[in-house]
T-cell receptor, first 119, second 114 residues
């Protein structure tokens, strides 16, 4: 079964610092990859997604992520964080079900990384 | 999209009681997921449906948990004989079937078992 590992439990940065959150998954087949964000008191929202093509994907609010297939990684980056980026970030992976026409299987999440940005 | 709707938002129940939660997905989304989330953890997969078919159920899910999606629209998650360890946020998400579609989440139902 696939699994997702997020290396950092809690990251504390000052505004304008650069951010990189690690994500590794374990699955040998074709995957779709996601980063979701959960702001305090709000529901999970999609930041960005990777399905195929250019391994560097750009999402909302200046976030980007790079898919490195050989490392089974999908790290999230932002060059300069803002106080409003304080939130919890979740990496997720879904596999493709070949017996269902290649549609997506279940969606598995990592444990999350809490980001605190000091003003 | 009107968003994924979950009801109730909060539920407090006594240990041993049964509870049922409802999820209304975004219309025309035929994929529906249930997750459980506890403090400091990521969403833990429980089960998911494609239309009315339950395609997968987590091996971690005890027999006290059951989910249905009878007409391929809304879904219910029932927990029988609740235990204190069932206290968590229960999340529902929906998605269009297909290769390139992300899941959209509801606000969740927070269950407290006392």
């Amino acid at each position: 079964a696939q699994s997702v590992s997020q290396h950092n439990h809690h990251v504390i940065l000052s505004e304008a610092a650069s951010l990189e959150l690690g994500c590794n998954y374990s699955y040998g087949g074709t995957v779709n990859l996601f980063w979701y964000v959960q702001y305090p008191g709000q529901h999970l929202q999609l930041l960005l997604k990777y399905f195929s093509g250019d391994p560097l994907v750009k999402g909302i609010k200046g976030f980007e992520a790079e898919f490195i297939k050989s490392k089974f990684s999908f790290n999230l980056r932002k060059p300069s964080v803002q106080w409003s980026d304080t939130a919890e970030y979740f990496c997720a992976v879904t596999t493709l079900l070949m017996n269902y026409g290649g549609s997506q299987g279940n969606l598995i999440f990592g444990k999350g990384t809490k980001l605190s940005v000091k003003p | 999209d009107t968003g994924v709707s979950q009801d109730p938002r909060h539920k407090i129940t006594k240990r041993g009681q049964n509870v049922t939660f409802r999820c209304d997905p975004i219309s025309e989304h035929n994929r529906l997921y249930w997750y459980r989330q506890t403090l400091g953890q990521g969403p833990e997969f429980l089960t998911y449906f494609q239309n009315e078919a339950q395609l997968e159920k987590s091996r971690l899910l005890s027999d006290r948990f059951s989910a249905e999606r009878p007409k391929g629209s809304f879904s219910t998650l029932e927990i029988q004989r609740t235990e204190q360890g069932d206290s968590a946020m229960y999340l529902c998400a929906s998605a269009r079937t297909g290769l390139f579609n992300e899941a959209f989440f509801g606000q969740g139902t927070r269950l407290t078992v006392v």
